[in-house]
């Protein structure tokens, strides 16, 4: 995925695919349980080799 939308994946309705295939919701619900939980989404990409998402959720204990 390229750099310049990294931000914005996590907004609602935001997709990279044309209008009528897909929702832009998967990412947007996914963050706002991390960060209900007190975790952190963590995301890396470099354009044409790879996109890695990270989770981050405190110990509890």
């Known amino acids: 995925m390229p750099e310049n939308i990294i931000d914005k994946v996590v907004n609602p309705f935001f997709s990279t695919k044309p209008a009528g295939s897909g929702t832009g919701l998967g990412l947007a619900i996914s963050h706002g349980i991390v960060v209900e939980h007190g975790g952190k989404m ?4 470099r354009e044409g080799e790879f996109s890695k998402i990270i ?7």
């Not at 989770?55 to 204990?61: A, I, M, Q, S």
């Open 55 to 61: 989770l981050l959720f405190p110990v509890v204990g």
């Open 42 to 45: 963590i995301l890396e990409s």
